[in-house]
């Protein structure tokens, strides 16, 4: 099966030379294509946890569902990295696939993803008094590091669950959210 950019005359797939570059385009192409459904999947399904989230799902009603949202990052962003070949200083290379600019709307996006992620952690340092709330001796409690700050009711335990998988998923949609647009605007600029 041969695959060709639009723009590129049907002569020069037909030869030999022209069908390895049609080819090997392709595949780049169907990576990229592949990278960013994943992207857009962990999109939605960190959204879909934010909102359960307000119903009472937490970190443990989500079993390994929290697992698949944390390794879907490294899944997508250790092959991002490599495409895009940034140094470790932070310098874009010249070999660089990364795309020089994003449309508007993509950087806004980006930085109202950056504002949610950083107002639902104040909101959660506020609402636990910057402890976690733990079950020790079969009592609701908030615990800073073995200490316990205060006695909770069973309401509020559950609440401060649900808000901490907020933050959790709040931080899965800013990173997938920056995924989702890095692979489709690579893929636009080479594709």
């Given at each position: ?49 934010y ?23 490294f ?14 200083s ?102």
């Amino acid at each position: 099966m041969r695959f060709c950019r639009r723009d590129t005359a049907p002569d020069f797939c037909a030869s030999e030379e022209g069908l390895a570059k049609c080819t090997r385009y392709s595949l780049r192409q169907i990576v990229r294509n592949l990278f960013t459904v994943l992207s857009v999947l962990g999109l939605i399904a960190a959204f879909s946890v934010y909102m359960a989230s307000f119903a009472g799902l937490t970190m443990e009603w989500l079993g390994m569902g929290v697992f698949i949202l944390h390794g879907g990052i490294f899944l997508i962003a250790i092959p991002l990295a490599v495409v895009q070949r940034v140094s470790f200083s932070g310098e874009v290379r010249e070999d660089s696939y990364a795309p020089e600019t994003k449309p508007a709307w993509a950087s806004r996006g980006l930085n109202f993803c950056g504002l949610f992620f950083f107002l639902n952690f104040v909101a959660f340092l506020w609402m636990s008094h910057a402890a976690s709330p733990e079950i020790v001796d079969s009592n609701f409690v908030l615990s800073d590091h073995g200490h316990i700050v205060r006695s909770l009711t069973s309401a509020e335990y559950w609440r401060l669950k649900a808000a901490e998988l907020r933050l959790f998923a709040a931080g899965w949609i800013a990173f997938y959210f920056y995924a989702t647009t890095s692979w489709h605007f690579l893929r636009r600029r080479l594709g």
